[in-house]
């Protein structure tokens, strides 16, 4: 199917929607699209460049620039003709229609007015000193986009100039931007609204909310969910608190909220899905959806959609009716929620496929493997836009066949979602740059369907399965003690083992470590929050603590200070020594670095996420060499969480869906993955740790279930079983992080205090294990 309607197709149909009563608004957007790209294109900010693009897999039909002049005025005096008021609709300028924020407009459809046309052309950059990782919102003529850094900008789209920028105190969520304000919510809970023209402060919520959400606004009302169960609403106008509703009973995370017709849809991460009267915050009705973590709903033509988070190893798509919350159909399949377009839904999901639906049953239409993990689709015309995070393009594919148009190479991996508006689409990565994506005109054949990565075709049903679990039989070691600092917050994330023998825990979310002698006695705590020598920010741009350290055998050591993006060296006696490291792409800068590790020789290793790399520098952050932190093999749909070196010298990183731990030559090539088989990984994988004999320990998180919180695995990646059941008991694990082998023990750092766990923050010892 060719991407663009012939001419003749596009007057036929315009006379026909005329005489029979019909508006052309989305004609006349297909019209100007079509023509765009024969005037001269707004110049953006930065240095323009063409990234690498793979090339199609048939032709690419060209229409020549005069031929679309010459056509484009043929089409412009049939509208003279046929309606005189649709002449002031062919006045807009291309960029007259928005994106207000997450997924499009308040009901989170994901369907945009028109997006690039032809083949892709890179209309202009933006460059960010921070990731840029949350949605985008376009409207009044400005790209509004947040970085990491706690800063929103406000990229003016004819010039590409930062008009303004607004810092807040954390990671900003949102923006949303509707009738000339902007509204954010910042990382210390407060909901923020701003004049959309120059920032200036129009309220700041009195209240701080627990984790917000992304943020959603409909008739005057803002909408919020928050990180102990609520949706709270706020009037637009004022900042007032209207009402806040639990759609959680167990007080688990509220996603955005989406709304339309009265109706507030939200989900929590225990998956239940709740409709709330917008006016009063009663409860219409609520359900449990999934047995799995699920995502934001959508709601279109009287259904809500409810599908998957990007977190999700398993999971479904199910629509029930906006108005009694009555199941329709469900796919057990783990999907997000569709972007829809006249009856038909676009989905995809962290297990690389994209595919179109009916949403009348749920009927598969097509399906298109892409591979690695997607973000959900924006669907515009006659295109699906895709972008694929792990690969790190963005791809086109033809509505109706699922064909692919065009790719195109970006600089990094997009943790969000896609926008589009007035012809074109804007996306950010990790690496902070913010792209906006444009057309050359030309009419494009659809390709091939993908088919790299191939799933099988998927079945709507219409009954409920739930998997058993199963426990694992293994000796439980015993506890030797378990110990904290005494202190209310005390949560250890990281941990590890000085040549003296004591334990330095890394309490992440203040910014410090607490440091316990060898028989767990407290002895105090070390390090300050701040950019400067010495200081720490120990929150990754997402907005989730992690705390690595690693020591010399003469006592020295290293910090990977990874909100700050470096990595800080310091001496026996605690003296700063130096540190290296910046934000960016390239060899010796950070993206998203998450773990430190320092080998026999003494270079130190970080794996950065963003990057996708592990990369190896000598102790003055000398650059020696960087591999790939990912084989093709593997690709894991949600990053990793640490990096170990075993006792053999190869890197072993625990990988995220699939939930599992790799294990990497000094070349970077794989060489067995542990647990990919009778998978005991019910949650991410999180710290590694090697006894004598080369046996692997890996902690693993509280959604585990009946699984161990410390899976074992023999040298050869044989499962052998583990321990720490899940609970608040002395002897329990609840979200088992850190872990240390000695020779008289097995140490562990719990994060099971956090509030969203309700469980226990200690530092255990538990005694060596007797393997036969």
């Known amino acids: 199917m060719s991407q663009q309607l012939s001419l003749e197709r596009m007057v036929a149909d315009w006379m026909a929607d005329e005489a029979a009563g019909g508006a052309p608004e989305t004609l006349v957007d297909h019209v100007l699209t079509a023509t765009i790209e024969t005037r001269p294109l707004p110049r953006w900010l930065a240095v323009l460049r063409e990234p690498s693009m793979t090339a199609q897999t048939r032709q690419i039909v060209g229409v020549p620039r ?44 994901g369907a945009a007015v028109r997006g690039p046309i032809g083949n892709p052309t890179i209309a202009g950059q933006f460059h960010a000193d921070g990731s840029v990782g949350t949605a985008i919102a376009v409207a009044g003529g400005l790209v509004l986009a947040a970085s990491d850094d706690g800063l929103l900008h406000a ?11 607004l810092a807040v105190a954390g990671v900003v969520r949102g923006p949303f931007a509707v009738d000339g304000r902007v509204y954010i919510a910042s990382g210390d809970g407060i909901v923020h609204a701003v004049a959309l023209a120059d920032a200036a402060r129009v309220w700041d919520s009195t209240t701080a909310l627990v984790t917000p959400s992304e ?12 990180g102990d169960g609520f949706v709270v609403t706020f009037d637009a106008a004022t900042g007032r608190e209207l009402w806040r509703t639990q759609v959680s009973p167990d007080a688990a995370p509220v996603h955005g909220p989406s709304a339309r017709a009265g109706v507030v849809v939200a989900a929590s991460d225990d998956a239940y899905l709740a409709a709330i009267d917008a006016a009063t915050g009663a409860v219409r009705w609520r359900i449990q959806a999934s047995p799995d973590l699920v995502g934001t709903p959508v709601i279109a033509d009287g259904t809500v959609y409810l599908g998957v988070s990007p977190d999700s190893e398993g999971g479904r798509l199910v629509a029930v009716a906006l108005a009694t919350g009555a199941e329709q159909w469900r796919i057990e399949a783990p999907m997000y929620a569709p972007s829809v377009l006249n009856g038909f839904g676009y989905v995809s999901g962290p297990t690389g496929a994209v595919r179109a639906i009916d949403l009348a049953d749920g009927t598969e239409l097509w ?47 997009n943790s969000c979602c896609l926008a589009a508006a007035g012809g074109r689409l804007y996306l950010g990565t990790l690496a902070g740059t913010v792209y906006a994506i444009g057309g050359d005109g030309k009419i494009l054949t659809a390709g091939a369907v993908p088919t790299g990565g191939s799933e099988p075709t998927i079945e709507p049903t219409p009954g409920e399965t739930s998997p058993p679990s199963t426990p694992v039989p293994f000796p439980t070691p015993e506890l030797v003690w378990a110990v904290g600092t005494g202190a209310a917050g005390f949560i250890p994330w990281g941990l590890a083992e000085a040549p003296d023998g004591w334990l330095w825990a890394a309490e992440a979310m203040s910014d410090r470590f607490a440091i316990f002698e060898a028989d767990g006695s407290f002895v105090e705590t070390w390090g300050s929050t701040g950019s400067g020598e010495g200081e720490f920010d120990m929150t990754r741009g997402n907005g989730d603590p992690y705390g690595m350290i690693a020591f010399e055998p003469d006592g020295s050591f290293f910090v990977l200070d990874v909100g700050n993006r470096r990595v800080q060296a310091f001496d026996a006696n605690r003296a700063f020594v130096g540190a290296w490291g910046s934000f960016g792409a390239g060899p010796g800068q950070f993206s998203d670095p998450i773990s430190i590790a320092i080998d026999a020789a003494g270079n130190v290793s970080v794996l950065d996420q963003g990057r996708r790399v592990i990369e190896t ?60 088989t009778n998978n005991p990984f019910a949650d991410q994988p999180n710290y590694i740790a090697f006894d004598g004999d080369g046996r692997v320990y890996v902690t693993q998180g509280p959604g585990r279930a009946d699984q161990p919180g410390v899976v074992v695995f023999d040298a050869d990646g044989t499962y052998l079983g583990g321990f ?18 000695t020779d008289s023990g097995i140490l562990t750092s719990d ?20 393997f036969p």
């Open 215 to 226: 943020i959603t606004v409909l008739d005057g009302h803002v909408y919020v969910g928050t």
């Open 724 to 741: 720490g059941r899940l609970g608040s008991g002395e002897a329990d694990l609840g979200f088992a992080w850190g872990i240390v082998i």
């Open 617 to 676: 520098f000598d102790r003055a952050g000398t650059v020696l060499r960087t591999i790939e932190a990912f084989p093709a093999a593997v690709n894991p749909r949600n990053g990793a969480n640490q990096l170990a070196i075993g006792p053999n010298g190869h890197f072993y990183v625990s990988v995220v869906n699939p939930n599992e731990v790799i294990e990497l030559d000094p070349d970077g090539n794989l060489v067995r993955e542990y647990g990919s």
């Open 367 to 413: 399906s298109a493997a892409l591979g690695g993990s997607l973000r959900p689709p924006v669907v515009a015309g006659e295109i699906v836009y895709v972008s694929l995070d792990t690969a790190r393009q963005v791809v086109a594919l033809d509505r109706a066949t699922g064909g692919e148009l065009w790719r195109l190479d970006v600089d990094g991996g």
């Open 751 to 770: 994060a099971g205090g956090l509030p969203d766990v309700g469980l226990t923050s200690l530092i255990r010892k538990f005694a060596t294990i007797d």
């Open 66 to 109: 005069r031929q679309l002049v010459l056509a484009a005025a043929l089409v412009l005096l049939a509208v003279a003709l046929v309606a005189g008021a649709a002449a002031f609709l062919l006045r807009q300028p291309p960029t007259t229609d928005a994106w207000p924020g997450f997924r499009g407009d308040a009901s989170r459809s």
């Open 155 to 165: 990229i003016d789209i004819d010039t590409g100039t930062e008009r303004w920028q």
